[in-house]
């Protein structure tokens, strides 16, 4: 069976599994804000057309002006990319032929990038409950060129600290090695501790950031990367012109001021997290402990999901498969946190679930 590599788009799932695509389906596969789009973009859309007849500027000036002030660095600390894929995939070329290092479970892209470079490649395991450890991870940076982390970590939602971030940094410095820390979900944490400022510090550190997920733009493609202007301008050579589109450019700007919106979408999140995971403890279920907006979620009766998955997927219940992702294997189904009214139904179907099986 060829498994889709990513969440959304789930007609690929439903036709992976030889199964009808049901009349009703949430789909849970994708970590998108379920407020929507920001309201100044829903009420302004319109404005966004007289952008289509011209051609973007090609380095978003202003967004990235914008980004930098923000985050209390200068612009040339600043690249921006269509989505934080296009971000992935341009480091990717930068390391063409070199070692790199990835903390699994993550987002497969990294891997993707990698190998269509002709980088070698080593895992940093962690086991299951996905807690920090480091005791192999000094043999595994001899000789590597990048080590990439996902944080909030993408499958499982779990945070790491700013001093396991501190450290990691110290060690990557010691054996040259950059430290590319794809936080595109940071946003969604309430406690978010900031590492920007330790660009100016680690000119081996790169930040990776997606406004696609926070404000629901996939469609739009926006992302950029933080880091050490000679790494970004290493970078931008291998990035043509006109990358970010100028509706995105212009949707950028707006989102940034969007600080009600961000924190109304935080207090949501929390309040729903809590909610779905009293209800798993409450049924026997395990879930990650996760801080964001998407848990891991495993029925502890079954060696793998794949009949909970199906399951859920004839009622028009759509998680993210865990096949892909080493370490997993299928072994966890990932969903995303959406609004009560499709929590509640998430919820209805997992019982009947547990129901069917006694």
């Not at 002030?69 to 934080?84: A, F, I, W």
């Not at 933080?226 to 949707?251: C, E, G, M, R, Y």
């Not at 909970?308 to 892909?324: A, W």
């Amino acid at each position: 069976m060829k498994w889709p590599s990513h969440g959304a788009n789930p007609h690929y799932l439903f036709e992976a599994m030889n199964l009808p695509v049901p009349n009703e389906k949430l789909d849970f596969s994708a970590n998108i804000n379920p407020l929507g789009p920001p309201p100044v973009l829903k009420e302004n859309w319109f404005r966004l057309l007289e952008s289509v007849m011209e051609y973007p500027d090609p380095h978003g000036t202003i967004l990235k002006s914008k980004i930098a002030r923000k985050e209390g660095l200068h612009e040339s600390h600043v690249l921006l990319g269509n989505g934080g894929a296009e971000i992935i995939s341009l480091i990717g070329r930068m390391l063409a032929g070199k070692r790199a290092v990835i903390v699994q479970p993550a987002f497969s892209e990294y891997e993707e990038a990698c190998r269509v470079s002709g980088c070698q490649l080593q895992y940093h395991q962690l086991d299951e409950g996905w807690e920090w450890r480091d005791d192999d991870l000094n043999a595994k940076l001899k000789g590597a060129d990048a080590l990439f982390l996902c944080n909030p970590n993408n499958p499982t939602g779990v945070y790491y600290s700013r001093s396991t971030i501190l450290y990691l940094l110290e060690e990557c410095r010691r054996h040259q090695c950059l430290l590319i820390v794809d936080e595109a979900f940071y946003d969604f944490l309430g406690k978010y501790e900031s590492i920007t400022h330790y660009i100016k510090e680690y000119p081996n550190l790169l930040i990776i950031r997606s406004m696609t997920k926070m404000f629901a733009i996939p469609g739009l493609r926006l992302g950029y990367l933080l880091a050490d202007p000679a790494v970004i301008s290493k970078i931008s050579a291998f990035q043509p012109h006109w990358s970010t589109n100028a509706i995105a450019l212009k949707a950028g700007e707006w989102c940034l001021d969007s600080e009600s919106y961000i924190d109304e979408t935080r207090a949501l999140i929390e309040q729903e997290r809590m909610r779905l995971f009293h209800f798993y403890q409450k049924h026997g279920l395990l879930v990650s402990q996760s801080r964001v907006n998407f848990y891991l979620l495993k029925d502890p009766s079954l060696v793998d999901q794949h009949s909970f998955l199906q399951y859920l997927l004839h009622r028009g219940i759509i998680p993210r498969h865990t096949v892909n992702f080493p370490g997993l294997e299928g072994k966890w189904l990932r969903f995303a946190i959406k609004g009560p009214e499709a929590n509640d139904k998430l919820m209805g179907e997992v019982e009947k679930w547990l129901d069917s099986r006694l």
